[in-house]
Every structure is written in C-alpha cells, then in structure tokens.
C-alpha cells in the first residue's frame, strides 16, 4: 500500500530541484478520498494554506502513478496555475521531461495502472489478460486476482490486466478507427469491414482503417 505523505516529500524535492515554484505553504499530510470515482486527485486552497487529497483507488495503483498524480496537483499550487492553462502546461513539461511522468489534464485508468470494473463473458466471469504473451485467464469478479492483478502473474512471467469497458480493445481480435473522429470498432469475427474498412464509414461517415 502506498504512503502518500512519503510520496509527496519526495515529489516536492523532484519539483523543487527543476526549478518549479511549488508553493511553501503545502499540508504535510495527504487525504484520502474514499468516494472519488471519477478523478484522481484535488488542490485544496483553505486560507492561505494548499491541502492535497488522493483518491482511495491509487492507494494500491503502481507508485510512480501516485507520483505523477502527486506531482500534477503540486503544480496547482504554483502562482497562476490553478487551472490547466499556460503555466500549468509549462511546469508540467518540465516535470515530464525530467522525471518521464505524463502530466495532463486527466489520464484514464489504464494509463494509471489501475484495473477499472471488470468486463463479463456470458458465464458472468472476469476476464485477464496477459500483457506480455496476451494469454486470458477467466475469473469470479470478487477472485483475488481480478481485484490485485499486480500481484500475480502468468505462466509466461507478464503481468495481468483486467479486462474493462476502458481495455477491451486488449482483447479484441480486430479493431477499426475513424479516420475523421477517432472511434474505434472492436470485431472479434473476419467480416466484409475487416476485410476491406475503406468501402465502409463511420457513423459520422469518416472512412475506416483497419488498427489491427
């Protein structure tokens, strides 16, 4: 489980040694947000004082995620930089090119490390998949491994991802994207858009590339 009061010391020494003008008047101690779903974490400005609180579902994601969180909400509390303007954008390049973080307005799940709520086969099973040989594993949703992936791993030695609605694409045997807006269509059968994407449209009638 991670400390995030040890994270944030040294996320401020990192900050501090870039030459990133965090504020001096920052609570030691970070809270923990046990209802925060939709967002990693927040900058509190009570007074004159900057509180930072996590959210509950990075207290087992991979430490260099809590950093990289850690270090986005200390930047707020730089002068001007309490939204995601200018200046925002500025120091986090400088965190992101000395210390490989990828500060931006928001990172989705899969980019944290953390498992979102699992995808069920029609046996209400869980799936895994491995991400260095891609090998699935199928799983109650409450099975250990569904809840702590990072604390197994396959037969091959990879690390297990869980299959959400964020991921499927990982387990999809073809994918197709708009050219014009991005979406991305997910087959797991051969068909005519698979075979030949560039005789079909997106619902918004950008033509189709085939991903993969």
């Known amino acids: 489980m991670n400390d995030f009061d040890r994270l ?94 990828d500060i931006k307005r928001t990172n989705t799940l899969d980019e944290m490390g953390i498992a979102g709520q699992p995808e069920m086969d029609k046996k209400g099973m869980a799936t895994l998949i491995c991400r260095k040989c891609g090998r699935k594993i199928y799983r109650v949703p409450g099975h250990p491994a569904v809840l702590h992936p990072e604390r197994y791993r396959c037969i091959c030695g990879g690390g297990f991802t869980v299959v959400s609605k964020s991921n499927k694409e990982l387990t999809a045997k073809y994918i197709l994207q708009c050219k014009k807006c991005g979406k991305k269509i997910m087959r797991e059968r051969m068909s005519k858009a698979v075979e030949n994407p560039q005789l079909y449209r997106c619902t918004c009638g950008g033509e189709l590339k085939r991903l993969k």
């Open 8 to 101: 944030l010391q040294k996320v401020l020494t990192e900050a501090k040694a870039v030459g990133v003008p965090v504020s001096d008047h920052i609570d030691s101690h970070i809270t923990i947000n046990k209802r925060a779903k939709q967002r990693f974490g927040r900058c509190n400005l009570v007074g004159k004082k900057y509180t930072i609180e996590l959210s509950e579902m990075l207290l087992t994601a991979p430490e260099f995620s809590c950093c990289q969180t850690i270090a986005h909400e200390l930047i707020h509390t730089c002068p001007g930089c309490m939204n995601h303007g200018t200046m925002f954008k500025k120091y986090a390049a400088l965190m992101n090119r000395a210390y490989g973080y």
